[in-house]
């Protein structure tokens, strides 16, 4: 056959049945020649191994095999395919779907998890494909059902028993010795079964607490979601905890809060939730949740609150008791401990929550609309004064209770911790000074006070303290009567005015941060100060016009002048500082006070140790005493003075051991602060110690020197003397209040113990006396340090020098001679008119019924008096030692 009749070769590299007999061929094995190809390409040689590779290789290979086209015509000169770019691919490339790149190098190892992503440019390599998210999320969530199942298997419900065992809490004396076994069994529960709640109460808890309590599993997850998102967004705090929850960490865990410890939990409470009865959970729950005063368990709250049994609480009293569980420091209308738990803001918070336990029962689905408004119609249910829920008498439930407080504050043990027991509390108390200062009470009240006798004898209390200079440790208090009696701790925040007893602090602001220049420009008041000498002159007599202290005549929000009064409206004349001090004269303090600027007086107060949420509101009567510290704040105070300027707040607990030793030193954390120069302090010592050599003080004298203040307030409502020596310092107040009303309103003194008036140079002084001169007994008698020139003598406003004022007393031989007269008995002072109840120099002043006081010795202002007396049922703003403010029972 003739050479132009033989048919033409057909292309080796076109057409899909070529790629797909290409793809068929194995990277190891010899292709067969392909004579345009092997001749022509030389991108592949005979026999050369073909790589593999991917889609996109695939395809910028089939696109330089097209000479750049995506779907051109082939070239030859590349070694082109019959159907270009796809068709090209698939015959140069030995693998995938004919999208890969030509041989030019050995295959490359796949990763097990591509990222960055292989073959992506720019941030799309770092965005993950979807495979690796759903691998992602299947692998974690594969390890989380893995590790819950295997805490399932691994965690046991622990016994009821064993977890919630109470133990008892010892408490030592000073001196190592055991004060009181306490604790565990003296814990307010009583155990009721569920037939024995109310529904009431059922209802109120689950609408509260877990509405899903009867469906869920022992969690909620979309609880536990809801509370995060919550307070993700600011709002308030939730536990997303359900019942069942509670009942676990309750019931067989501790209170930490730990990671372990809540995983613990969610892990025992579906175990629990699966093997336990719902009814028994919400038995347990209730029976074991804390209320607040004392009480677990809604029997022992229902007695506490409400003076009845559990099973007679309405849906009013169900729903308050299920409001006190979101944290009963911050819920309990009488008060709380911290500065923001005081009675007005408890009553407001529990009033909003129990409202919305009401709404919330209908929301859900267990009351109906109608007995929900019909409660909501008879407002916020009453609840009774607190009692103490232990058996401590006398005043070992206030030195227990005091010590509690402490421990709760000033360390990580919870109330809850401390009332299951198991730990030693090793405390200041000086079991000797404790029995004097109660025997030095009862002799006085004993002889005096006799309430079958004389009506205005009912319901007279005593309080007092004593605290060691220098360390703040406090060696003894008379907290009332009996602690199972009296609830109230009358060592602690009462609500009870100073009166005089505030003066020193005033006369130690003069001495160090010195009187502003009268003459200096009116917008740099600080610009020029001249500290004050105790020989300084002001004016004392009565009712006197109150002035700023560039002179100008000072008035208040109505426009209306100051006209300080004297006790008795006495004129004492121009007298020396020293002079006012010893017969407790008001109208060089007050003055004093505007001179120097009463924010520096607060700061004088703040830095000897009186606490700001004790300290009354800032106007001109502030420093004659309106505020209302605590007989051991007070005495803390003075112990300043009495250990020359050092500052160390008062304290109750040195050390607490548990079952694995040491949990709490007071070493670890003590202060102790140089609050004022000696020469101050001891200048005011050098005062104080006039007071009771010539002074209204003079009944307190002990034998040994000693310093002292007597503190009166207006229409003989309160009455205290504060002194110290060097080694102690020791407050005592008395005042008169029904503490078992439901409105406690102070009354006044006035024929108390058959006589006249009250004051602080009478009973309190008597008792200090008696007292002090015990407690002293067998210590050596010490003496004040000297007391060195301080200051200039300067002259106040209408106590320019003249031939007359040129002699003021400066030291106790130069006091005047006449008898002092420091008590409100030969003229009290004017009882403000119905109108004036309230200081005009106090803004928010309230009348509140008990007429008002104004602090000083038993004298106020002409035309109206001084700030309201607070009421003793005020909660303080954190007593003492302050205290937790409140927390969700939770976290």
């Known amino acids: ?77 590349a070694g082109g395919a019959g159907r270009g770019g796809r068709g090209g691919g698939r015959r140069a490339t030995g693998g995938g779907r004919g999208r890969g790149a030509g041989g030019d190098g050995p295959p490359g190892k796949k990763r097990f998890i591509d990222y960055p992503r292989a073959g992506k440019t720019g941030f799309r390599r770092w965005v993950p494909s979807w495979r690796l998210v759903t691998g992602t999320f299947i692998f974690f969530f594969a390890v989380l ?64 607490e877990n509405a899903s309590f009867y469906q869920d599993s022992g969690v909620d997850p979309m609880g536990i979601a809801r509370a995060v998102v919550n307070m993700a967004r600011g709002g308030a705090t939730q536990s997303g905890s359900t019942i069942t929850q509670q009942f676990v960490k309750n019931t067989y865990l501790d209170q930490s809060q730990t990671v372990t410890r809540k995983a613990k939990e969610l892990l025992i409470s579906v175990k629990v939730g ?31 609150y409400f003076d009845r049994d559990c099973e007679k609480l309405n849906a009013s009293q169900s729903a308050f008791l299920a409001a006190t569980l979101n944290g009963p420091n911050l819920y309990d209308p009488n008060g709380g401990y911290g500065p923001s738990a005081s009675a007005e803001a408890n009553t407001k ?15 859900v689905g267990r009351l109906s609309k109608e007995r929900a408004q019909y409660w909501l119609d008879k407002r916020f249910p009453q609840t009774k004064s607190p009692k103490v829920a232990t058996n401590k008498q006398g005043q070992i439930g206030y030195l227990t209770d005091l010590a509690d407080n402490y421990v709760v504050a000033n360390t990580n043990i919870s109330k809850t911790e401390l009332d299951k027991g198991g730990y030693q509390i ?187 949420e004790q300290l009354a509101t800032i106007t001109p009567t502030f420093s004659l005493g309106t505020s209302a510290p605590s007989a051991i704040r007070l005495a803390g105070a003075y112990a300043t003075f009495a250990a020359s300027g050092q500052q160390a707040d008062p304290y109750s607990v040195e050390r607490v051991e548990d079952k694995d030793g040491e949990v709490y030193n007071h070493k670890d954390q003590a202060k102790i602060k140089q ?41 003989n409502k309160s009455a205290w003397f504060a002194g110290y020596t060097p080694q102690l310092s020791t407050s005592i107040g008395m005042w008169r209040v029904d ?98 109840t309230c200081d005009p120099l106090d803004f928010k002043c309230n009348d509140n019924g008990g007429g008002g006081n104004q602090g000083g010795e038993n004298a106020g202002p002409s035309g109206g008096p001084g700030e309201p007396t607070p009421s003793p049922t005020t909660e303080p703003p954190g007593g003492i030692f302050g205290g937790p403010s409140g927390t969700r029972k939770d976290e």
Not at 147 to 152: L, P, Q, R
Not at 189 to 205: C, F, T
Not at 276 to 300: F, P, V
Not at 349 to 363: D, P
Request: with cysteine.
């Open 739 to 836: 503490d078992r009303a439901k409105r406690q309103i102070f009354r006044s003194m006035r024929g108390v113990g058959g006589q006249e008036t009250i004051h602080g140079a009478s009973y309190p002084a008597e008792i200090w006396a008696d007292y002090m001169r015990k407690a002293m007994a067998g210590q050596p008698a010490k003496d004040f340090p000297a007391a060195t020139p301080i200051g200039d003598k300067v002259y106040g406003e209408n106590a320019s020098p003249t031939p007359t004022t040129q002699k003021p007393t400066q030291t106790p031989s130069q006091t005047p001679s006449q008898t002092p007269s420091e008590t409100p008995s030969q003229t009290p002072s004017g009882t403000p008119s119905p109108t004036q």
């Open 1 to 77: 056959m003739s050479e132009h009749r033989r048919k033409s070769p057909q292309p080796q590299g076109g057409g899909r049945a070529a790629a797909r007999r290409a793809g068929q061929q194995s990277s190891g094995r010899r292709a067969a020649p392909s004579h345009n190809a092997a001749a022509e390409s030389g991108s592949a040689s005979y026999g050369e191994e073909v790589s593999h590779g991917g889609r996109a290789e695939a395809r910028r290979a089939a696109q330089r095999g097209a000479g750049g086209r995506r779907r051109g015509a082939p070239d030859p000169a």
């Open 349 to 363: 918070r529990a009033t909003a929550r129990w409202a919305w336990i009401l709404k919330r029962e209908v929301q």
């Open 274 to 304: 699966s093997t336990k009865s719902k009814d028994y959970i919400l038995r347990g729950y209730l029976n074991t949740a804390y209320y607040g005063r004392g009480a677990y368990g809604c029997q022992a709250a229902a007695r506490a």
């Open 426 to 612: 090793h405390t200041t108390f000086d079991r000797k000074k404790m029995g004097l200062l109660e025997n030095a009470v009862h002799k006085v009240s004993k002889e005096n006070i006799k309430p079958k006798q004389r009506d205005v004898d009912k319901f007279v209390q005593f309080g007092g303290a004593s605290v060691e200079p220098k360390s703040g440790k406090i060696k003894a208090i008379y907290g009332g009567s009996d602690a199972l009696e009296h609830y109230r701790n009358n060592a602690d925040y009462t609500g009870v005015q100073v009166g005089s007893t505030f003066k020193p602090f005033v006369l130690a602001a003069a001495m160090r941060d010195g009187v502003r220049d009268r003459n200096g420009p009116r917008d740099q008041p600080d610009s020029e100060r001249t500290r004050v000498n105790p020989a300084s002159v002001y004016d004392g007599d009565n009712k006197l016009t109150l002035r700023d202290y560039d002179g100008s005549v000072w008035k208040d929000k109505n426009n209306q002048e100051w006209h300080q009064k004297n006790d008795g409206d006495e004129d004492k004349g121009k007298i020396s500082l020293r002079t006012a001090m010893q017969y407790s004269v008001n109208t060089p303090f007050i003055q004093l006070g505007m001179d120097v600027g009463t924010d520096k007086v607060r700061d004088a107060a703040l830095d000897a140790g009186l606490s700001k």
């Open 675 to 715: 609050a004022f120069d000696g020469d101050v302090a001891n200048n005011v010592t050098d005062v104080l110690k006039n007071v009771i050599a010539r002074g209204t003080g003079t009944s307190a004298k002990i034998g040994r020197p000693a310093a002292g203040k007597t503190g009166t307030t207006d229409q």
């Open 145 to 208: 059902v893995s590790a819950v199942g295997i805490g399932w298997m691994i965690v046991d419900v622990p016994t009821e028993q064993a977890a919630s065992q109470t133990q008892k809490n010892v408490y030592y004396w000073g001196d190592g010795k055991q004060m009181v076994v306490s604790g565990g069994g003296d814990l307010n529960r009583q155990i009721v079964p569920l037939n024995k709640i109310p529904k009431s109460m059922q209802n109120a808890v689950i609408s509260a």
